[in-house]
């Protein structure tokens, strides 16, 4: 598969480049997608929650009446869970949500997601540029050349470029990474797939 290459003012160079077939066109596999979404959206959660439970609970642990003869029913101290104010029971701990994943398992959910997009038509390849400093208009002058100023875009940098960053970063339907942060979840979760020449170059040896 084939894309012309367009500039910054979103003309067509002429130039064409190729979709390397075991990068963009493999079976895919919706399991190992699920799996490394599932993996990377577990990675991103703190796991700091915390409640006290009866044990943790600030207040007396004098028994409030006698066990038998009140007539109630059987009770023990003001922390008791049962109790409003009491301590929870199995309230959740901090813990680790990471798990582990397979390189190869990794690589093929990326390159089934990166097919996919392909498939939908959604990846746009514009010649590496630069901006001369970081302003937001540059940036969104760039998605209105290109056609992909009314969706969900990332675009993939071959490496850090602080202007193009800046520039992006006020927007909320935009998002500029590098090679080094292209991972399934990110490819999937836009709309536009915009990628720089240098960029697709070190994609396509994937």
Request: net charge positive; glycine share 6%.
């Amino acid at each position: 598969m084939e894309l012309s290459v367009y500039n910054i003012k979103g003309q067509d160079t002429g130039k064409k480049v190729a979709l390397n077939d075991a990068v963009f066109g493999v079976e895919p596999n919706d399991h190992a997608i699920y799996l490394d979404v599932k993996q990377f959206l577990a990675n991103q959660r703190q796991g700091t929650h915390k409640s006290k439970e009866r044990s943790e609970i600030s207040g007396s642990t004098r028994k409030l009446h006698k066990q038998k003869g009140t007539g109630g029913a059987r009770i023990g101290d003001i922390n008791s869970p049962v109790l409003v104010g009491g301590g929870r029971v199995f309230g959740p701990k901090p813990r680790d949500y990471r798990f582990k994943l397979n390189k190869k398992v990794k690589a093929l959910a990326r390159k089934s997601a990166l097919t996919y997009k392909a498939q939908e038509n959604a990846i746009v390849v514009v010649e590496d540029f630069n901006f001369e400093a970081p302003k937001t208009k540059d940036f969104i002058a760039l998605t209105k050349n290109l056609q992909v100023a009314d969706k969900k875009l990332v675009l993939v940098l071959s490496g850090q470029n602080k202007n193009v960053y800046l520039s992006a970063r006020n927007l909320t339907n935009a998002r500029v990474i590098t090679i080094s942060d292209l991972n399934t979840y990110r490819v999937l979760d836009n709309k536009a797939l915009v990628l720089t020449e240098s960029a697709l170059a070190a994609i396509n040896e994937f």
